[in-house]
């Protein structure tokens, strides 16, 4: 039973029948309800909207005005009233209509008040889910708009900062209902005053830029329909607009570039602050990177306080049909060493590029020249090769020779693949040599008393990571290869030599006797004494 308060208003043309509710309905509720009356169809419509019942008890048959219609006055005022209709006899052509109205029970009189107070309780059961439900909704709405900002800044800087798997970021997009795939980028950018192409005083700004926080968040809200804005760093502020098509109109340019100037203009009236705003091309949302870079720069190359992209002569732009996003994928997957995804890459665009250009055989041997050299380049500056200068030698007598494009496509793809695979085992190798160097030492230094810590330090590498590293590679950890080590030790010495107990146990690193012959006894099976006499 829930403790929330109701009204309740009673519609009877019988001054008998609404006495005998109201004193069924105080004595058995009490305090929880307030009751109001009235006798006709038409005070009970006036009554209903002044009154605004949680519930109505309706006799459906009054004078003035058929019940039903009152009732469907009364719902179009108020959505959420509960009613309960009486009737004299079992009009069931008229329940049915009442049931569409939604009404909750359908008593016959002479009313029975056990049916009267379970129909009431049965009403108050509902008008309180319904009041939980609206108050939950409104919680979730205000909880949405103190968390809403910082899930924005997540998506903004995960996409930014590149720090983020492929379901993270849908995870956001659906959270925060996007579902476009191109972003332009907007570098929001304040200071004392500009000089030239930069802002004076950038420190002193960010402070004052965060008194005006709220303000500012509200405005680019305003200015820009859908942008999903950061929190601001230093004295800059990234916003992205998601977009449907990929590629912008030059008036849709022009439009938004005045409309930034406005803006810029507008937010220095209010703060007293200087702004300048950068703005990208339009670009699928995982290169939101590159677009922040682009807008940066947009301002780097003007002195105007709103710069975009697309008016400045930078940027490489590719001719209609070459396949760019296959290019920055493949060497995407080269830097992270996925031969396999290299290979097929590799292979893809090969195919897209005879296909366009198949006469060509000059360029397409160059392209692919191009791109081996290139992915090489960054098997080197990720350690993955060694650089000699001289074992190119061969590449372009090797693609001269080739007047096919079968040949010409698995020398590029074997070369691709090796760059990545390069790229690849450096990472798993620099482990593997920790772990070699590691166990070098151990093997060294097995007759002191060294620690995780120590080796560690030795091979160059955090304690934590690289126990983990041994782990996996050895099999077992550190302190266990290192008993194992010193017990293998102590039986070759404890079978081939004379050495005292004493003797054997500093030999392999021990400095207390009882320790060295419990550690023995738990590893070997037997004493040191008892294993000297086998």
Not at 131 to 158: A, C, F, Q, W
Not at 523 to 531: I, K, Q
Request: with cysteine.
């Amino acid at each position: 039973m829930g403790m929330g308060h109701y009204k309740i208003m009673l519609a009877d043309d019988e001054g008998i029948v609404i006495d005998s509710l109201k004193f069924i309905i105080e004595k058995e509720f009490g305090e929880l309800c307030t009751i109001e009356f009235a006798k006709t169809g038409r005070s009970v419509i006036e009554l209903a909207e002044n009154f605004r019942p949680d519930i109505a008890i309706m006799d459906i048959q009054m004078p003035g005005i058929n019940g039903i219609e009152a009732m469907r006055e009364i719902r179009e005022t108020n959505q959420n009233v509960v009613f309960i209709v009486m009737s004299a006899y079992d009009k069931f052509d008229y329940a049915k209509e009442a049931i569409k109205l939604g009404v909750l029970e359908y008593i016959t009189k002479p009313m029975e008040k056990t049916r009267i107070i379970a129909a009431l309780r049965k009403a108050m059961g509902q008008i309180d889910r319904e009041r939980n439900k609206r108050s939950n909704d409104l919680m979730i709405r205000e909880k949405l708009e103190t968390v809403m900002p910082i899930i924005e800044n997540g998506l903004l800087y995960n996409l930014l900062f590149q720090e983020h798997f492929t379901e993270d970021i849908e995870n956001y997009k659906q959270l925060l209902g996007i579902d476009q795939n191109y972003a332009y980028i907007l570098a929001v950018v304040c200071g004392e005053t500009q000089e030239g192409n930069h802002m004076t005083n950038a420190v002193g700004s960010s402070v004052k830029m965060q008194q005006f926080d709220v303000m500012l968040r509200e405005y680019l809200k305003e200015t820009y329909p859908g942008v999903i804005l950061g929190m601001a760093m230093a004295n800059k502020l990234a916003g992205m607009v998601p977009c449907v098509e990929k590629q912008m109109s030059y008036e849709e340019r022009i439009a938004l570039i005045e409309k930034s100037r406005e803006i810029v203009r507008e937010l220095k009236k209010r703060t007293q602050i200087s702004f300048r705003i950068g703005i990208s091309a339009v670009a699928p949302l995982a290169e939101a990177r590159n677009s922040y870079r682009e807008a940066l720069n947009a301002l780097v190359m003007t002195t105007g306080n709103v710069a975009h992209v697309d008016d400045l002569p930078i940027g490489c732009v590719y001719e209609e049909n070459y396949p760019i996003n296959l290019e920055k994928q493949l060497f995407t997957e080269v830097k992270n060493g996925e031969t396999n995804h290299a290979a097929a890459t590799a292979e893809t665009f090969f195919d897209m590029i005879v296909e366009a250009h198949g006469d060509l055989l000059m360029n397409i041997r160059l392209k692919v020249l191009e791109f081996v050299l290139y992915a090489e380049h960054i098997a080197y500056s990720s350690g993955g090769m060694i650089y000699e200068f001289r074992a190119r030698a061969d590449y372009l007598p090797t693609i001269m020779s080739m007047d096919d494009y079968g040949s010409l496509r698995r020398w590029f793809t074997e070369k691709i693949a090796a760059a990545s695979r390069n790229v690849s085992t450096k990472a798993s190798e620099k482990s593997m040599g920790a772990v070699e160097a590691a166990k070098a030492y151990i093997q060294n230094h097995y007759s002191r008393d060294i620690s995780l810590d120590e080796v560690s330090q030795a091979v160059n590498i955090s304690p934590y990571y690289f126990s983990k590293i041994f782990k996996e590679d050895v099999g077992e950890g550190f302190v266990e290869y290192l008993t194992k080590i010193r017990m293998d030790k102590a039986k070759e010495l404890l079978t081939t030599t004379e050495c005292s107990m004493k003797e054997i146990c500093s030999m392999v690193g021990y400095a207390d006797p009882n320790y060295f012959s419990r550690s023995f006894k738990k590893n070997v099976g037997v004493t040191p004494t008892e294993y000297k006499q086998l």
